[in-house]
């Protein structure tokens, strides 16, 4: 269920592969406990035009999950991914992540319809 998705600078990928940055995404999430390995979905969108001030690259997660965690686990996972990112590219001088709740009342896939 969970879907992270990766925004970034086009530059970004010059530094390191699209495959192994959603892989680190991947495998923190994986190491978080909070979802099944199976169920996690990770997608990257590079953007070769934007405006970050002085800034030249930057990076920024989206997490999209099910409803029903607590702040404290939201937090540790944000934080999680963002050190992976940091430390994987050190280069980098924006990287951020939020997460966002899907509401179970309105939330719907193929499988339930």
Do not use: W
């Not at 892989?23 to 953007?47: E, H, M, P």
């Not at 934080?79 to 939330?107: C, G, H, Q, W």
């Amino acid at each position: 269920m969970p879907h992270f998705i990766i925004d970034c600078s086009e530059n970004v990928l010059n530094q390191e592969s699209p495959e192994i940055i959603m892989q680190k995404v991947y495998d923190t999430a994986v190491a978080s406990n909070l979802f099944a390995k199976g169920d996690i979905k990770i997608r990257i969108n590079q953007f070769k035009y934007y405006n970050i001030g002085d800034s030249d690259s930057f990076i920024h997660v989206f997490g999209n999950i099910m409803e029903g965690r607590s702040d404290e686990q939201k937090l540790k996972i944000s934080k999680a991914i963002v050190l992976a990112l940091k430390t994987m590219l050190p280069k980098v001088p924006i990287i951020s992540m939020n997460i966002r709740d899907f509401e179970k009342a309105n939330y719907c896939n193929r499988t339930m319809v």
